[in-house]
């Protein structure tokens, strides 16, 4: 008799580790999550130590294989976007990693912009290649044997593998997703390029699990680990967003679009790029604007108080520009940008519907941007994020943007990294 396939995917965070197993027809068959420690913090600086997230990701895999009535066949982990960390051979930190935010790296991010191509993902101070570039002159060299993002140290950790990572993780490290390579330009920096991973789609089966680990987990030895991706990405996936046209708009302290397209597009000016995904394209754009504008002037109970009251139908024709302070980046480039936020009516409720018009527009506005740079018209948009619980604010946005909006069964990135474990399963026949 075949046992049933169950496929585990962990989301790993700076406050949390989650995981969450589905079967092969992607139903739930378990969850479970424990808080982390934040990180720690001195002004730009934000580190974490790695073995915080061994730990926790030995206890989430122990506890989901105890809810579960079979073993599992294949995990997968996506992490945050350029967290980053120096390994020996062994694959030990060096160091604690340089966090997602960490920001010290100025000097060595100002050195790629003078090298790299100007719509390359590397550039900025919080990229991973600009936190690589700081770890070598703060780390004894002659000990470094890999450069790895926190999903990638995570799988090493469960294969002995640390020389693998995945096309999401390195797009900020510099990888080109269009030639499939690192590019010829990064050798220009004075480090081993061994030291970069092997890189590969997100969804590829890496190795068996180490038999040693398995048994002190009470894992099965055949169990397969894959490739994983970032945070933000297995979160898209989660939501079943796969189409040409498909976009998912998220509604939390700012506003962040993504579409899947069928070319990359990219703008450093307005901070769009594209992630690879397998035969298609994920571009994307994020505003300033979003929920963090709405509880600058509401509490939350405020806001629930007066959602009932919202007319869609009834547009304010308030004309706002909705931003917590001064600065914009999509769709519009502009740090000097002042919020626009008069006239102010004296009814709370119409003040509040015009804030939601104001992002809805922000957002209509965002995608005509994607599309004039390349990418299609959305076809739908899915919804995740506080905002998208809100069914008034849903009809205005339809309104504005004319385009059927829905919200995703799922959403969390620890089920999108459960369909890349089933993806890596189903694709290798030799397992």
């Known amino acids: ?25 992607g139903q739930i068959l378990a969850e479970y999550s424990i808080e982390l420690p934040p990180p720690k913090r001195r002004h730009v600086e934000v580190e974490q130590e790695p073995h915080i997230w061994w730990a926790a990701l030995k206890t989430v895999l122990r506890q989901i294989d105890n809810r579960l009535s079979h073993p599992i066949t294949a995990v997968s982990i ?15 930190p060096l160091r604690p990693a340089l966090m997602y935010n960490d920001a010290r790296a100025s000097q060595e991010a100002e050195h790629i912009h003078q090298l790299a191509p100007q719509n390359s993902g590397a550039l900025g101070v919080t990229s991973s290649l ?28 469960l294969t002995g593998r640390f020389d693998i990572s995945d096309e999401n993780n390195c797009l900020k490290m510099g990888y080109d997703p269009i030639a499939r390579q690192w590019p010829t330009w990064i050798s220009a920096f004075d480090f081993d390029l061994t030291h970069l991973p092997q890189v590969h789609p997100p969804g590829t089966v890496i190795k068996t699990i180490k038999a040693t680990l398995a048994k002190s987990i009470g894992l099965n030895p055949e169990t397969l680990i894959v490739s994983g991706t970032t945070d933000s990405i297995a979160a898209f996936i989660a939501t079943g967003a796969d189409q040409v046209g498909d976009a998912v708009t998220s509604l939390g302290s700012t506003l962040a679009l993504k579409m899947v397209s069928d070319k990359p597009v990219f703008s450093a000016k307005y901070g769009v790029y594209s992630h ?14 979003g929920g963090a ?3 600058k002037y509401f509490t939350p109970s405020e806001l629930k108080t007066m959602t009932p009251q919202l007319q869609p139908e009834q547009p304010t024709h308030l004309d706002y520009y909705p931003l917590v302070s001064v600065g914009e980046r999509f769709p519009i480039a502009d740090p000097k940008l002042a919020p626009r936020l008069k006239p102010r009516p004296n009814n709370e409720r119409v003040f509040f519907q015009g804030l939601l018009e104001g992002i809805a527009r922000i957002e209509a506005e965002g995608y005509k941007h994607l599309q004039n740079l390349g990418a299609p018209h959305p076809k739908t948009i899915y919804t995740v994020g506080g905002g998208a619980k809100n ?7 339809q309104n504005l943007i004319g385009v059927q909006i829905q919200t995703p069964q799922h959403t969390q990135a620890a089920y999108g990294s459960a369909l890349l474990a089933r993806k890596g399963f189903l694709s290798c026949s030799s397992f």
Do not use: E
């Open 78 to 92: 996506d992490g945050t976007s350029a967290t980053v960390l120096a390994v020996d051979q062994a694959g030990t």
């Open 130 to 157: 600009a936190k690589w570039l700081w770890l070598l002159k703060h780390t004894d060299q002659n000990a470094v044997s890999h450069v790895l993002h926190q999903a990638d140290w995570l799988a090493g950790k």
């Open 293 to 295: 504008v709405l509880l």
């Open 276 to 289: 690879r995904l397998w035969d298609k394209w994920l571009a994307g754009g994020a505003s300033n604007t």
């Open 391 to 397: 069914t008034a604010w849903t009809q205005i946005r």
């Open 1 to 25: 008799m075949t046992l049933p396939h169950i496929f585990v995917g962990i989301d790993i965070g700076t406050s949390g580790c989650r995981g969450c197993a589905i079967d092969i027809n």
